[in-house]
């Protein structure tokens, strides 16, 4: 509930792209993943970032399929 109360007054204003915001969104949740694999070991850490391409490509075949 909180977060549709915080969203409805960009969703409701015509001066703010829906892709403008929905890239907003995805970049605050990036930059919160960002933050959090700051907290782990270095190794642990790139292995996690190594699988993200693998992981964005899995997600975008099987939209397109």
């Known amino acids: 509930m909180a977060g549709s109360t ?3 007054p960009f969703a409701n204003d015509p001066q703010i ?3 403008g915001m ?3 969104i995805a970049q ?3 930059d ?3 933050s959090a ?3 782990l070991e270095p190794e642990t850490r790139e292995n996690i ?3 993200v391409p693998q992981q964005l490509r899995a997600i975008i075949e099987r939209t397109q399929g």
Do not use: E
Request: aromatic share 0%; glycine share 10%; charged share 0%.
């Open 17 to 19: 792209s829906p892709l």
């Open 32 to 34: 919160g993943l960002a």
């Open 37 to 39: 694999l700051t907290t």
């Open 6 to 8: 915080i969203m409805l």
């Open 22 to 24: 929905l890239l907003g």
């Open 28 to 30: 605050a949740h990036i």
């Open 49 to 51: 970032i190594a699988t």
